[in-house]
């Protein structure tokens, strides 16, 4: 490949690591919503960490992306260093965000608990702790803890009316009409969304990794086919 073919795919990959930035930070603000939306469930300090460091990841990929169009185009040592010096940062921030990504979690004990705790309580709709139970059903449209039957073990003889499908406008709660609610519980959901976010997290940051070795791997072919125009040899009576 000449020099051009190289300048054309680093171009490419200039433009795919702007994507890749876009990504990150949709994955990141994901990740932070999911936090604030159910943190009271989970104790774990290190999803927030993780979602802020994607964040501020984002940014990082939009400028280097930027560099790598402009080496493209001008080819000049100076844009290359500084190219190089933000894969350099990226591929440390996003290699941290991958394994807290893939080792982020939660204790499945303590979201138990927390919830169990949060049936047992559960009684006027103006109370704060009801309104998150009911927030959580309707949301992630789940009932009870692993199933409806936990309101009924809870001492409950009815669901709230936040575990009936929205598609039955007729659902009080009764558990005799189970048909009527929603038949999988909020912990398996709870568990399901926040491995899917941190999933998409995990793959955003290996996707971003890859673009940024290729692009680095090209900024090297660019280099070594540059020309040497810009120095001149100087003669020896120059400084005598």
Known sequence: MDSSSFRGLFRLLGLLLWGAAAAMAWAGITALRTHWNYQYFC????????GCLVV??????LITGGLAVGVSRWNTGPWQGM?????????CMEVSSAILANTASCQRDWEMHVLDDLLHQYGNQSDPKS????RLQEEL??????????????GHFSAPTSCCQKIFSNCTGALDSSQLLYQEGCLPKLEQLRKLVLGHVLWCCIGALVLELLAALTSGFLMKQSTISDYHILESGTFS
């Open 83 to 91: 190219f190089l010096y933000g894969v350099m940062v990226l591929l």
């Open 141 to 154: 449209q789940c009932c009870g803890i692993h199933n409806y039957t936990d309101w009924r073990v809870t």
């Open 56 to 61: 501020i990841t984002a940014p990082l990929l």
């Open 43 to 50: 104790d774990n300090p290190f999803l927030v960490v993780l």
């Open 131 to 134: 309104r998150v139970v009911d």
